[in-house]
């Protein structure tokens, strides 16, 4: 079954520390994965996508990783900053539609 | 552009009361999807078109839901008669097919509360 799990479901941190955020996909066949950010109130942003051939790339604090062969990815956040607070929501395409993660909730408090 | 646009965006209704929700997607984007958020299960897909023909419906909870997009530009979901559980936030979405993006853009939502 095309699942996309995501952990943890909540995470509090206080400002200015690192978090990590992980991604299990069973999407096959697999192309790219992106997560989108999510704001209170608000409809989810693309952050950043990975595809099959990319393993790390950065977008300014975030940092998202992708190991294909375990099916495994990560949103690494560095300094975090209050604005940080959202849903982070992990996103694998199958064919015309995408599968959607339950999304991590993270606080980020000062 | 002023990206996906939805009205309204917050929506009170009583009970056995039809709820119309309308999408306005981002212009050249062949792709629209419908999605429902709730804490409990996240974004649900609904049903979403291609190039304004409804291609997959699975989604739809039920006969009460029906969606219809006339032109490139606009899309409704109706909720007939609506019901407390369908209490949510509403979301459309669209994207292009150019390259095969998979860069879906939502709009700001439609939250809306059954009593």
């Known amino acids: 079954k095309n699942q996309v799990e995501q952990s943890p479901q909540s995470l509090i941190i206080l400002e200015g520390k690192n978090c990590t955020l992980q991604?299990?996909?069973?999407?096959?066949?697999?192309?790219?994965l992106r997560w989108y950010k999510q704001d209170t109130g608000r409809g989810p942003v693309s952050l950043t996508i990975m595809t099959f051939s990319e393993n790390t790339k950065s977008n300014g604090r975030y940092t998202a990783t992708l190991d294909a062969d375990t099916k495994q990815s990560s949103l690494h956040i560095t300094a975090s900053q209050l604005s940080d607070s959202a849903s982070y929501i992990c996103?694998?395409?199958?064919?015309?539609?995408?599968?959607f993660g339950t999304g991590t909730r993270l606080q980020v408090f000062p | 552009d002023a990206g996906v646009i939805q009205s309204p965006r917050h929506e009170v209704t009583e009970m056995g009361q039809e709820v119309t929700l309308r999408c306005k997607p981002i212009s050249g984007h062949d792709y629209l999807f419908w999605y429902r958020q709730t804490m409990m299960r996240g974004l649900e897909l609904l049903i979403y078109?291609?190039?304004?023909?409804?291609?997959?419906d699975s989604g739809m909870p039920e006969d009460r839901f029906s969606a219809k997009m006339p032109n490139a530009s606009f899309s409704t979901l109706k909720i007939q008669p609506s019901e407390p559980r369908d209490s949510a936030v509403y979301f459309c979405?669209?994207?292009?097919?150019?390259?095969?993006?998979?860069?879906?853009?939502f709009g700001q939502g439609t939250r809306l509360t059954v009593v």
């Open positions: 996103v694998v395409p199958y064919t015309d539609k995408l599968i």
């Open positions: 991604c299990n996909y069973t999407v096959s066949p697999f192309s790219n």
């Open positions: 078109f291609n190039n304004n023909v409804p291609i997959d």
């Open positions: 979405a669209s994207r292009h097919d150019r390259g095969r993006s998979t860069e879906a853009f």
